[in-house]
């Protein structure tokens, strides 16, 4: 407890450009100390956050872990609402993420997984499925 969080930027050291001042962020703290997120108010390096998608409730967003964290570092700057997405294995921790974000976004997700993740993808929405232990990745795309 107390390592993650999610909060609205209130203010910017000199040398931060990545977040503008009211914009909501996220951390996941991946250490074994610092009980960062229990204060009203921390500071961090801009390295160690990421936007919140607008389309992301807060309190979920509190929850993510670092495989949350790259999932919306990964898609944030790159993936456009409406876009189609592919996320090489979507049934691992940060596949899971990208797949979910991407859903929110509107995008049309293609991602691979062995046949008893199928129905797992499916669920979180993924919307085509390769099993990569049947069909040649390279050649479907």
Not at 4 to 15: Q, Y
Not at 68 to 79: D, Q
């Amino acid at each position: 407890p107390g390592r993650n969080f999610c909060g609205k930027v209130v203010e910017r050291g000199s040398k931060a450009n990545s977040f503008q001042v009211g914009e909501m962020v996220f951390r996941t703290y991946v250490g074994t100390s610092g009980l960062v997120s229990l204060a009203q108010y921390v500071s961090v390096s801009e390295e160690t956050i990421a936007s919140v998608l607008e389309e992301l409730r807060v309190d979920d967003a509190a929850g993510n872990s670092l495989a949350g964290l790259t999932a919306c570092r990964s898609i944030k700057p790159y993936v456009k609402k409406g876009d189609k997405s592919f996320i090489n294995g979507g049934s691992e921790g940060t596949g899971v993420f990208v797949i979910q974000s991407s859903k929110l976004l509107s995008c049309h997700v293609t991602t691979t997984c062995s046949s008893a993740n199928i129905d797992p993808c499916k669920s979180i929405g993924a919307d085509e499925i390769i099993d990569y232990k049947v069909i040649e990745i390279g050649e479907t795309l």
